[in-house]
């Protein structure tokens, strides 16, 4: 039996390098030798026993590599092709599937019944951080890499650069908007180029650490807010005159940052959340007003799929956002518990790790 090296999930506040079987091949799937994977803030809220998987679980869901070995029923790719595939990797013919709502795609694990089904990388079935993962439905999931692309250059498209736009997306951001983005970790930066490409002609970045401000203005940032230097509500109110914005995106998941993100909002704007949550939320009921302010919450998890794969190169290719900045850090796989701790602290001004077997 062929055995490959994976982090796994032990138990709370445990993820290891440990080893085990390369997985075997079914009709329709795809073995993928990994050639980059990363660390997501996901991972970290499953290290903290912040959101539930099964002990003995390979963990990560962001894959970039070159195709092992294809299932007897997958056409139009060959072996020794690189490629990627989404965080999300939908079946195409579930009912969530055939609706459009690719990243709700069903199904249930050990845990019980997953609303968002279609995250199944590290979540229901062994993850990418490994030498090798296997991918489900492979004609629908996997994206071929052009050729002129590096894999750093892409290593952000299955979920931070996705999930980012996303917000910006669901946000329904027109020519001319003004938008805050709460927090610029990696998906908040996203979500800032995510914007400008969408036409917002004003973007306002929140956070306080100086280098992700400094991203953020890079990546299209109007105005830097470093919420240390006074109530970052308080200070969106002056910027837009008192009108407040026409979408806030929230992208760190604590009540703080949606309360804020809630505040700022003008009558009828909309708040796109793409926090990952570990505790109940209370809406306010002034910034809520009372219901009546035609207010818009949003929730979004990122589409995947082998078209917004190939949308999301497109972009990269074209030279309209340049996400390589982001990789801060790089380490080997056996590295993979160092990247974790480095990543989990937040340490040395660490934005993204990439990890390569």
Known sequence: MKMMKAAVFVEKGRIVLEDKPVPDVGPLDALVRITTTTICGTDIHILKGEYPVAKGLTIGHEPVGIIEKLGSAVSGYREGQRVIAGAITPSGHSYAS?????SQDGGSSRHGFKPAGGWRFGNTIDGAQADYVLVPD?????????????DEQVLMCPDIMSTGFSGAESASIRIGDTVAVFALGPIGLCAVAGAKLMGATTIIGVDTVPERLAMARQLGADVAVDFKQGDPVAQIMELTDGRGVDAAIEALGTQGTFEAAL??????GTLSSLGVYSTDLRIPLDAFSAGLGDTKIVTTLCPGGKERMRRLMEVVASGRVDLKPLVTHRFKLEEIETAYDLFGHQREGVLKVAIRP
């Open 138 to 150: 492979a004609m629908v999931n996997l994206s071929p890499i052009p050729d002129a692309l590096t």
């Open 98 to 102: 055939l609706c459009g709502c690719h």
């Open 263 to 268: 505040r700022v909002l003008r009558p009828g």
